[in-house]
């Protein structure tokens, strides 16, 4: 478990009322929870000893009465414990889901003692991420004012905004990614499927193959084994699966081979159909959508449209390789 620890001394106020039987004034210690190296006391009005002197009986003249200026000196040394964490681009705070107390009171106080100290620090988003197996610690955090952001298996992650004002943490994400395969081979032959589970209304229907988009896979790459060409169009919809919105982009695509292997967990059937055969199908004829899409993809075979090639090329905002969809950015360069 690892902490950040803050050491900060302590100053005193010593006020004392020197005599032979009249007591002295404690003294007056001041301290704070959570502490920064540059941080500032609070400002405290003691009481001026000289005023009080007269209050005090006089007991003998050669008693003489006195009071001891104030003074400052160090009392103690406090070490305060932090939380593990980095700052991000944005004056926010991440903090180190590995390195979290595994003790429910030791997280409690170090979170309360961390938030305050980043309060002070004048940071904003705080991004606290929970692995499953601390799963005790949720109810901790958000008692102490973390909201839920998202969960993925294995964690959970949730957040702090700290100034007074709208949250401008981004929120979780709210899209989902789907991609539907043109095949086309040099026949004038779509390979299309049959789903053996589906919509009724689409029960027993050839239509393009589907998938879904995972995590870190491009685009392209949701369809099956074949050669990106270019990427036609796109469909967007909203209030899909779970409430979340969906992107459909449509993929023409050269096989790889002529042979057909199928999952068939998935699906009941798949074969090469001519392309006329295939849009003559009432379903495809009556659906306004689909009857686009397919427009768009045989105005494609027969070079009347063009779509967006898949460019990889480095950026330096995030120093990494990814793909850019556009037009042929060759035949832009030569003004085409």
């Not at 106020?13 to 004034?25: D, E, T, V, W």
């Not at 103690?76 to 939380?83: G, K, Q, S, Y």
């Not at 004002?165 to 032959?189: R, S």
């Not at 789903?195 to 229907?205: A, D, Q």
């Amino acid at each position: 478990m690892a902490f950040t620890r803050a050491p900060t001394s302590l100053p005193s106020l010593n006020y004392a009322f020197q005599g032979n039987k009249y007591p002295s004034m404690a003294h007056l210690n001041c301290s704070t929870k959570v502490t920064d190296l540059t941080f500032k006391l609070p400002f405290f009005k003691a009481p001026n000893p000289i005023k009080y002197l007269d209050r005090l009986p006089n007991i003998d003249h050669r008693n003489k009465r006195s009071a001891n200026r104030a003074n400052l000196s160090t009392t103690e040394t406090l070490t305060v414990e932090l939380l593990d964490a980095w700052e991000d681009d944005y004056d926010g705070v991440i903090i180190n889901s590995q390195c979290l107390p595994n003790s429910s009171n030791a997280f409690s106080s170090v979170l309360q003692s961390s938030v305050s100290h980043w309060k002070l620090m004048g940071k904003k988003g705080i991004w606290l991420k929970i692995l499953e197996e601390q799963a005790e610690l949720v109810p901790i955090a958000l008692k102490e004012g973390f909201s839920y952001h998202h969960a993925d298996p294995g964690y959970v992650m949730l957040t702090y905004w700290i100034p007074d004002e709208p949250c401008m943490l981004p929120g979780t994400a709210t899209h989902q990614i789907g991609v539907g395969g043109f095949v086309i081979n040099d026949n004038k032959e779509v390979l299309v499927v049959k789903e053996k589970k589906c919509p009724s209304r689409c029960y027993g229907i050839w239509k393009l193959p589907t998938g879904f988009v995972n995590k870190s896979e491009e685009i392209f790459s949701g369809a099956i084994d074949t050669t990106f060409v270019e990427l036609l169009a796109f469909r967007h919809a909203h209030y899909v699966a779970f409430e979340k919105s969906d992107l459909f982009f449509i993929c023409m695509l050269k096989p790889a081979s002529s042979e057909i292997t199928i999952d068939e967990s998935e699906i009941a059937a798949a074969k090469w159909m001519p392309l006329d055969e295939f849009l003559a199908q009432p379903f495809h004829q009556e659906d306004r959508m689909l009857k686009n899409i397919m427009d768009i993809c045989v105005s494609a075979c027969e070079n009347k449209y063009r779509g967006f090639t898949a460019s990889q090329i480095m950026s330096k905002l995030d120093d990494r390789l990814s793909y850019l969809y556009c037009r042929d950015l060759t035949a832009l360069k030569k003004g085409e």
